[in-house]
């Protein structure tokens, strides 16, 4: 690899990780923070003012005006979205991968696409080449099981945004990993069947986050 004409996948999940718990993609805030911020936004209008969204009222305190949400109300949130998660580790497998495909989707359809699309592109558009260059970083690994069929690949630690922030820690957020790899694939190989299944991730006690591809 040429670190002075290529920047890697793993360059990309750098600079991602510098935004700290805000997951952002070019000119688009993502995740729970841009929410929280859109939110406060929209109420924080004065001391015990309201605002009215879909027919609910919330108050909104001096404090959080100025300030943003204190410690308490972030931990309201952080329980809440804990709650989601728990309640999606129960869903069936095939209404979870439908709940976290469009936010996987949305989490790397610029920069991390584009990257792996550039990478893809010029080594051929083979899996093979790609992953023999680009396979190592301190933020990517993907390792060839079987030439042209058969890939493991994943993350050396746990990236996620919203799991350093503490608004979730279930191995079910880490559907949304999964999906992303399925869609970044799926872009690369169109018209090829594609499976991805979860190995181990961080969250779930493993010391990586680790997925097996098999490209039909």
């Known amino acids: 690899r040429d670190s002075s004409t290529s920047r890697g996948l793993g360059d990309v999940y750098k600079r991602q990780s510098r935004c700290g718990a805000r997951h952002v993609l070019p000119g688009q805030p993502r995740g729970i923070y841009a929410a929280c911020r859109g939110v406060r936004r929209t109420v924080c209008r004065g001391r015990f003012r309201t605002a009215r969204a879909n027919g609910l009222t919330v108050p909104v305190m001096e404090s959080e005006k100025k300030n943003g949400p204190d410690a308490a109300e972030l931990q309201r949130v952080r329980e809440f979205c804990r709650t989601l998660e728990e309640a999606a580790a129960n869903l069936p497998d095939d209404v979870r991968a439908a709940l976290y495909r469009p936010c996987a989707e949305a989490c790397v359809k610029g920069s991390v696409l584009e990257e792996q ?11 093979d080449r790609q992953y023999a260059r680009y396979g ?6 993907a390792d060839v099981v079987e030439p042209g069929r058969v890939y493991e690949m994943g993350y050396p630690r746990c990236l996620c945004p919203q799991v350093a922030a503490g608004f979730v820690e279930t ?3 880490c559907e949304c990993s999964r999906q992303s790899i399925l869609y970044v694939l ?6 090829r069947r594609i499976r991805v299944e979860t190995l181990r991730t961080v969250l779930s006690g493993g010391g990586e986050c ?5 490209v039909g």
Request: some cysteine; overall charge positive; aromatic content about 16%.
């Open 210 to 214: 680790r997925f097996r591809v098999t």
């Open 171 to 173: 191995p079910a957020h």
């Open 117 to 127: 699309r550039r990478q893809f592109l010029e080594c051929g558009s083979d899996l």
């Open 136 to 141: 190592r970083s301190a933020y990517f690994f």
């Open 186 to 191: 799926r872009e690369l190989l169109p018209g």
